[in-house]
């Protein structure tokens, strides 16, 4: 709702959002899945301050992505399937407003890691135009 405007809170929206990001909610991932929303807003309103908090967001993003992966509770597959959908489509558009950053720190996380869901997504990433 703010749009550009949103850059005067963006020092604490950071915070609210890693908090978010770290932190299970139940099986519907509600939470998760609503701030996911709002990082994507927010990147795409303010765009020309995210790359000073990149290393931030994708070190909380790949967590999240890890996170998903490994966990085997009670959370169904297509609430599974939307967080990394969220959490891909969030490092896309960092790598977009970052002219590239995000596919080059990514090369040596996707050469060592060995999980598929994992890959998939820095996949994504790395195809992204």
Not at 83 to 92: E, F, K, N, V, W
Request: aromatic share 4%; hydrophobic share 40%; glycine share 6%.
């Amino acid at each position: 709702r703010l749009g550009i405007l949103v850059v005067r809170h963006l020092k604490r929206l950071e915070r609210v959002i890693l908090g978010y990001l770290e932190v299970s909610d139940g099986p519907e991932e509600e939470a998760r899945l609503g701030i996911l929303e709002t990082l994507q807003c927010t990147i795409e309103h303010a765009w020309p301050r995210m790359p000073c908090r990149l290393p931030v967001l994708l070190k909380a993003l790949l967590r999240l992505i890890w996170d998903v992966h490994t966990d085997k509770g009670p959370t169904p597959e297509p609430v599974r399937a939307a967080l990394l959908q969220g959490a891909t489509q969030c490092l896309i558009l960092l790598d977009h407003c970052s002219q590239g950053q995000v596919k080059v720190l990514l090369e040596g996380v996707y050469s060592s890691c060995e999980e598929n869901h994992v890959r998939e997504c820095i996949r994504k990433v790395q195809e992204s135009t």
